[in-house]
């Protein structure tokens, strides 16, 4: 005969109450920080109408309202226009010509362009001198770049005893502005 089984749960979730909670408290603290981005969009909002209808009022007075930015903001936006500039510099040439000239027992730890002055420093690591002194070549025979130096190198023990130079290499590119 057979005997009354018990039913069987499956849950593949793999989740208990605790983790449902954590996760009902997170949702309702998301809830509340969009309510709350919501309540000061608003506020914003309202104070926008609100100067503006002030701005309305003083020109039906017939006071003059400038809607043009003082002298301290124009130098201000002109300041802002150069700091864009700069972050816009079109990279990828600069990157391409690096990338073609890298040698397979060479790796590049860090970048530190100077775009005002077209000066990049780069460190890395190899696993011998001359695979440095093979992508410095390599680096000059770039068009791009100019005045191409290692600056300096040293050797020395690392965890793993991969890549014991240490290096940082100097180049002048021009960027497009």
Known sequence: MLSAMSPLRLDFSGSDSRVRLKSALF???AVLMVGAALFQYRMVLTEIHAVESDMEAL???GVKVSRQPATEDAEAIAALGKVGARLSVPWQPLLDAIAVSVVNQVVLLSF???????ELTMTGAATKIPAVLEFVERLRAQPSLKEVYLKNHETGMTENGRFP???TITLKWKPQL
């Not at 530190?112 to 077209?118: A, E």
Request: proline content about 6%.
């Open 59 to 61: 020109a039906g007075q």
């Open 165 to 167: 130079v240490h290096f």
């Open 27 to 29: 949702a309702g603290l």
């Open 112 to 118: 530190q362009p100077n775009v005002v002055r077209g």
